[in-house]
């Protein structure tokens, strides 16, 4: 019984992963505001979180390994809910001395109604990826997706950058 404790214990920690890698979601929320205009009353709110920029940062760089950040925000008010699905990354070809990294933030709609002190979400997931050899510069992208909506475009741009890089490979 106590070896079976014992090597449960031990699966359970070489099993473990990091939450690194994991797509981190926070509530942009918002309280309400009254505001008096020309004797007429209006109803505002002001948000309490600051909301994310749509980028992607290059953390830190080791060899030939890259790990990225990337990180933004959808609005989900009134009578449609917006939710982040997941980010997904679509490999590229090295044309050039360059390499596009596309990351595709894929936001589903859900039917129903918000709740009225939320404004939106915010959402960060950190990435590593290898850099293939020949590689100069880096073309960063960033779209958002809406899935299963007929009525918005496919995919929207939303961040782009190119940056220089360095390799360190080894001979």
Do not use: W
């Not at 909506?149 to 950058?161: G, I, T, W």
């Amino acid at each position: 019984m106590k070896n079976t404790a014992i090597i449960t214990i031990l699966c359970m920690l070489f099993g473990c992963t990091s939450h690194e890698k994991s797509l981190h979601i926070t509530v942009i929320d918002g309280k309400p505001k009254r505001i008096i205009k020309e004797k007429q009353h209006y109803n505002t709110y002001n948000e309490n979180i600051e909301r994310l920029i749509p980028s992607i940062e290059i953390i830190s760089k080791n060899k030939n390994n890259l790990k990225l950040s990337i990180q933004g925000n959808i609005s989900s008010t009134g009578l449609s809910i917006n939710k982040v699905r997941r980010i997904h990354f679509e490999e590229s070809k090295l044309e050039q001395e360059t390499i596009t990294l596309k990351y595709i933030v894929e936001i589903q709609r859900i039917s129903g109604k918000e709740n009225a002190s939320v404004r939106g979400y915010n959402y960060e997931q950190q990435m590593i990826y290898k850099i293939p050899k020949g590689t100069k510069y880096i073309k960063l992208e960033l779209y958002e997706d809406y899935i299963g909506n007929r009525f918005k475009e496919n995919s929207k741009l939303v961040f782009e950058d190119v940056k220089f890089i360095v390799l360190d490979y080894f001979h």
